[in-house]
């Protein structure tokens, strides 16, 4: 089962639980303050990138593609812009992207580093190679183990 954390964006600064003010006051009631004050909540997705940092709803991944965490129907997925026209969930793109031996990085998030989200859609030719790392990494099911700790990436 993967760890539940939480991150928040104020509007200036990201606020982390790394002082245990989480733990202090109760998830509950973090979620109510900061739905009260106008903050951005993001969860831990239960997975790392290729350098061990956390991935969070919210973050901005670079792996040949650049890519966005989201939550949608039931679970977290990439998206290449916010129409949701190509997506995977992000226990699949890693495993795509760790066969492809083109590891997955955190390049920052959709709050402090909006400017990442400027980027061009995606090509027809760059959807179909997409496509078909899919294809091929589903012919060779079961998944690799992107995150040995994070079995069930919906907790």
Same mark, same amino acid.
């Given at each position: ?8 964006? +104020? ?38 990138? +290729? ?57 920052? +998030? ?20 997409? +496509? ?24």
């Amino acid at each position: 089962m993967r760890q539940i954390k939480f991150r928040f964006w +104020n509007g200036h600064a990201m606020l982390c639980d790394h002082d245990g003010w989480i733990e202090d006051i109760g998830i509950n009631e973090a979620i109510r303050c900061s739905k009260e004050y106008g903050y951005e909540i993001m969860q831990f997705t239960g997975f790392k990138d +290729n350098t061990g940092f956390d991935i969070y709803e919210g973050d901005i991944l670079d792996a040949k593609f650049k890519v966005t965490v989201k939550w949608f129907d039931g679970r977290f997925e990439v998206v290449n812009d916010d129409t949701i026209a190509c997506t995977y969930s992000l226990r699949e793109w890693l495993a795509m992207r760790i066969r492809a031996k083109c590891p997955s990085v955190v390049l920052g +998030n959709i709050h402090a580093n909006y400017e990442l989200l400027n980027v061009q859609k995606w090509t027809q030719e760059e959807i179909d190679e997409i +496509n078909k790392e899919a294809d091929e990494l589903h012919k060779s099911l079961p998944l690799p183990d992107v995150h040995p700790e994070s079995e069930d990436q919906n907790g």
